[in-house]
């Protein structure tokens, strides 16, 4: 029988390591790069023209944010094409809000964006 701080914790955990896959400056910059291509995304080549990333370090952040749900990866012939998973940053935005904005109040919830799918 799992118990119900332990399953809260564990969800915790996982918002906690994706918020330290955003800590990164550069992961940051794609995946807000990604966003603003949503939802078509980007190739690899399209990502490096854009942003002052090298190259043989690009391929390491958008692993850390696939590994984390952040971004997804389709193949394409040669290519890969990233998006940026908006069910999962919705979700990750939902966590963020839902205490501030249900139990404490510390937030209206007019004063905050909504995200519609």
């Not at 995946?31 to 995304?41: K, N």
Request: proline share 3%.
């Amino acid at each position: 029988m799992e118990r119900k701080g332990s399953s809260e914790s564990a969800v915790t955990t996982r918002y906690a390591e994706m918020f330290t896959a955003l800590g990164a400056e550069p992961r940051l910059r794609i995946l807000r790069l990604l966003l603003s291509a949503h939802p078509e995304g980007l190739v690899v080549g399209e990502i490096l023209e854009s942003l002052d990333i090298p190259a043989s370090t690009l391929s390491h952040h958008l692993e850390k944010l696939k590994v984390y749900e952040l971004i997804t990866v389709e193949r394409k012939s040669t290519f890969l094409r990233y998006r940026a998973n908006t069910d999962t940053l919705r979700e990750l935005l939902s966590f963020m809000y839902a205490e501030c904005c249900t139990r404490s109040k510390a937030i209206e919830p007019e004063q905050i964006v909504t995200i519609k799918k």
